[in-house]
């Protein structure tokens, strides 16, 4: 079975930075992309940054300059440092990876269960 277990979610004040983090565990075989998304109150979920396997990476227009992704390959954990956050960042961060277990050699998709990030002051 895998999972991917995210941490690091809080509240902080607008300025202020926060670091997440996500890592996979269970029978896997190999991991592909991984990346973050979020989900705001009443909006749909939308991609925040992803990494390739080699470190390649992208970041949506909205979190460019203030966030980045890293991984670790060796820990099969994802990062993701967020710096100058904003009032518009909050909400809800969910981890996902495309990946093969050993139990089931085709690409898969899987999700964390989300981490809760506040920006308030």
């Known amino acids: 079975q895998v999972q991917l277990v995210e941490s690091g979610g809080g509240l902080v004040q607008p300025g202020g930075s926060l670091r997440l983090s996500c890592a996979a565990s269970?029978?896997?075989?190999?991991?592909?992309?991984m990346g973050w998304y979020r989900q705001a109150p009443g909006k749909q979920r939308e991609m925040v940054a992803v990494?390739?396997?080699?470190?390649?990476?992208a970041v949506a227009d909205s979190v460019e300059g203030r966030f980045t992704i890293s991984r670790d390959n060796a820990e099969k954990t994802v990062y993701l440092q967020m710096n100058s956050l904003k009032p518009e960042d909050t909400a809800v961060y969910y981890c996902?990876?495309?990946?093969?277990?050993?139990?089931?050699?085709?690409?898969?998709?899987?999700w964390g269960q989300g981490t809760r990030v506040t920006v308030s002051s």
């Open positions: 996902n990876a495309d990946l093969r277990s050993l139990s089931d050699m085709s690409l898969r998709k899987y």
């Open positions: 269970g029978s896997i075989f190999s991991i592909n992309a």
């Open positions: 990494i390739n396997s080699v470190g390649i990476a």
